[in-house]
């Protein structure tokens, strides 16, 4: 249950009916090891895969660049859309070039990618085209040239339409959805189907616990000791579950435990250990997200408020974080903080049950507690 099997399956029935889809995952979740695996399922299945990681790239002729070395180096795609191609590059450049790349140097950006779309897209296998941390490439691009980004972003989405053998799944840790809003290109993405990565679920946890290649500590554990520490490590991403089960090792060697399992103690001691400063950077990752993906308005409100919450294991309800952000800020509307609090939920920090807001991970919660307040 821990291979992401059914996540696997959903995205490349979606990619093989013709989807293009965005696929929003915060970091530690299992994104690029999720990403990887499907290439393996998508190239079983027939299709031609070209994978690209655009986070640290700022321009589009970077991107186009990184996109032609991809292409290039898998033989078999060369060999099967090299005709097409070169054809392409010759008409628009009357034969004046020796190299794929030279055609960048004399064509825009986004003229290169055409070609190389529309020769994938000639191919007779279907091409999908796996693009992680895309969003902090558009979001450069929008710092950069707000008229560049918006051309840029539009000419993917004319190429989704006019070439729909090419199939694409965009993904990366903080959703388009929030750039497109920010920066109001939501036009751009409303072909894009959203499928988002979640963490795992107890069940997938637990399996993934007692596979004997992960950790041997948990393979004789009960189910109620695995339970209670899923409990209180909340957000379950394969992430966290090992650096949790690297401090169950540590504390069932201290402990002298001759069999190959955990108990209540050894868990309660790893995860606090959890919370020693050498595992701060851990969940910086968190800060980290609000601070990016909020506007500094947004992330005034989100930080009283999780600073409150992180003093209540079972949460607060909307009336009394609006008097906590009322406290901070002056007058500001109910509607105001739940919003905020809805997008604190949608990123897996909070939760909402029976009216009540509450982090989703105990462990975070008395993460955020510590250092955070």
Not at 35 to 40: H, T
Not at 72 to 94: D, F, G, I
Not at 107 to 133: C, K, M
């Amino acid at each position: 249950m821990h291979q992401r099997e059914t996540e696997r399956a959903d995205l490349q029935h979606l990619l093989m009916d013709g989807a293009s889809i965005h696929m929003p995952a915060p970091r530690r979740i299992g994104k690029t090891w999720t990403i990887d695996r499907l290439a393996g399922d998508l190239r079983e299945a027939g299709c031609t895969v070209v994978q690209l990681d655009v986070e640290g790239m700022r321009t589009t002729r970077t991107f186009a660049e990184n996109l032609c070395r991809q292409i290039e180096s898998q033989a078999p795609v060369m060999t099967r859309v090299k005709s097409h191609w070169y054809e392409r590059l010759n008409t628009l450049l009357s034969g004046a070039w020796e190299k794929p790349l030279d055609g960048l140097a004399k064509l825009n950006p986004e003229t290169f990618i055409e070609t190389l779309i529309s020769a994938l897209h000639e191919d007779h296998r279907p091409t999908v085209i796996l693009i992680d941390e895309i969003a902090y490439f558009v979001l450069a691009l929008v710092e950069a040239d707000p008229v560049q980004a918006k051309d840029f972003v539009y000419r993917l989405r004319s190429f989704q339409q006019r070439y729909s053998n090419v199939r694409w799944l965009l993904t990366g840790s903080i959703g388009l959805d929030i750039i497109a809003r920010r920066y109001r290109l939501e036009g751009a993405f409303v072909d894009l189907q959203t499928y988002v990565l979640r963490p795992l679920s107890p069940e997938a946890a637990r399996s993934l616990l007692r596979d004997p290649a992960f950790g041997t500590k948990f393979a004789a554990t009960s189910d109620d000791n695995l339970n209670w520490m899923l409990a209180d490590i909340g957000w379950l991403a394969p992430y966290y579950l090992r650096l949790v089960t690297r401090e169950v090792r540590l504390a069932t060697s201290a402990a002298g435990t001759p069999q190959p399992s955990a108990g209540r103690a050894e868990i309660d001691a790893a995860l606090e250990a959890m919370l020693h400063p050498n595992h701060r950077m851990v969940f910086a990752v968190w800060r980290e997200h609000v601070e990016k993906n909020f506007t500094q308005a947004e992330a005034a409100l989100a930080f009283p408020m999780l600073a409150r919450l992180s003093d209540h294991r079972d949460g607060e309800r909307v009336e009394t974080l609006h008097t906590v952000a009322t406290a901070i800020q002056g007058s500001i509307s109910i509607g105001d903080v739940k919003k905020v609090l809805q997008m604190l939920c949608d990123a897996d920090l909070l939760t909402c049950r029976d009216g009540r807001y509450a982090f989703l991970s105990n462990l975070v919660r008395r993460h955020w507690q510590k250092y955070q307040t």
